[in-house]
């Protein structure tokens, strides 16, 4: 799991590459709360799937459920 946080959000990325995020202040995400979020996940650090699938291409994604 991948965390990061700004002053008004908390976002995480878990392990099957899902996106978690909430307002600090508990009020509902807006549209630009959501995209924001998003651009923050995509610069923290590690690999995503999204970054492995153009290097092999034909990989399947397997859960490990």
């Known amino acids: ?3 990061a946080e700004t002053l008004l959000l908390e976002v995480k990325v878990l392990d099957d590459g899902f ?3 909430r ?3 508990r ?3 807006t549209n630009e ?3 924001e979020a998003r651009r923050l996940a995509d610069r923290l ?3 995503t799937i999204d970054d492995v699938m153009p290097v092999w291409p034909g990989a ?3 859960n490990k459920r």
Do not use: C, N, S, T
Request: aromatic share 10%.
């Open 1 to 3: 799991m991948k965390y």
């Open 19 to 21: 996106l978690q995020a």
């Open 23 to 25: 307002r600090k202040d």
């Open 27 to 29: 009020k509902p995400m």
């Open 33 to 35: 709360d959501f995209e």
């Open 45 to 47: 650090p590690g690999i």
């Open 60 to 62: 399947r994604v397997i």
